[in-house]
């Protein structure tokens, strides 16, 4: 059955705890499909038309998995493939109608996780896409640093088992940074992210270091790189 035939099966579903799924298509139609289906199916779906808008989205949110179409005007899904194997291991599904072996070895070799060819079923979408987040350890899902563990799913802060309180802006300051574990985010990135001036930013890191340190004047987690941005110093993730 094609995928017009069977993309309105099922109704949206709001679950907070299910996989979220990013969907990067310039064809709109395409979109409005599989955003459908997709969560009729049990999945968060964010949907970008683009690997510019992309890139933005994938600036202050972390997902279970991407679905990138490789065809698409100006970047590529190639090209977007690569930046977000440069900066994490989210599992990608490459969609494409081209059928070509090299262009599929193209992809598995950029750090593609699977393929599929257009046309398709989108049930076969909806197995592979759940295959690819079952497959995914949940600890890349958690970000440790000292007494603290920050959920990146849930968007959560606890110290110790403890739950941590922070305010809506700290989250989203606390889960752009933990994205990036150990790499600095440029601050023209966490003003944008939050429409803030350049002091605004500071006040708010202060005001989340006081949180999150011993001796804020001498942070061990939250450093400030000078004249660049911000960095979050994870714990190394220990081998099972």
């Known amino acids: 059955m094609s995928l017009v035939a069977r993309a309105d099966a099922g109704e949206p579903r709001t679950d907070d705890d299910a996989p979220h799924v990013l969907l990067v298509d310039d064809d709109q139609r395409i979109r409005t499909l599989l955003e459908r289906f997709l969560r009729g199916e049990g999945f968060r779906v964010t949907v970008a038309d683009g690997a510019a808008e992309a890139r933005r989205i994938l600036a202050s949110l972390v997902f279970d998995a991407a679905v990138l179409d490789v065809m698409m005007p100006g970047e590529d899904g190639f090209a977007l493939l690569g930046a ?5 291991d989210t599992p990608v599904l490459m969609l494409t109608a081209r059928s070509e072996p090299q262009e599929r070895v193209r992809g598995l070799s950029l750090g593609a996780d699977d393929y599929l060819g257009k046309p398709f079923e989108p049930r076969e979408l909806s197995l592979r896409l759940h295959n690819l987040v079952r497959r995914r350890p949940d600890a890349t899902r958690q970000v440790r640093f000292g007494r ?16 941590v309180r922070l305010t809506d802006r700290e989250r989203r300051l606390l889960r752009l940074l933990a994205t990036r574990p150990g790499a600095t985010v440029p601050r023209q990135d966490l003003v944008a992210n939050e429409k803030l001036g350049d002091r605004a930013i500071d006040v708010q890191m202060n005001r989340l270091r006081r949180k999150l340190e011993a001796d804020p004047a001498r942070p061990q987690h939250l450093l400030t790189v000078r004249g ?4 979050l110093l994870a ?6």
């Open 84 to 88: 977000m194997r440069a900066e994490g």
């Open 148 to 163: 603290f563990v920050f959920d990146l799913r849930r968007q959560e802060l606890e110290a110790e088992g403890q739950p």
């Open 228 to 231: 660049v941005g911000y960095r």
């Open 235 to 240: 714990d190394p993730v220990q081998a099972s």
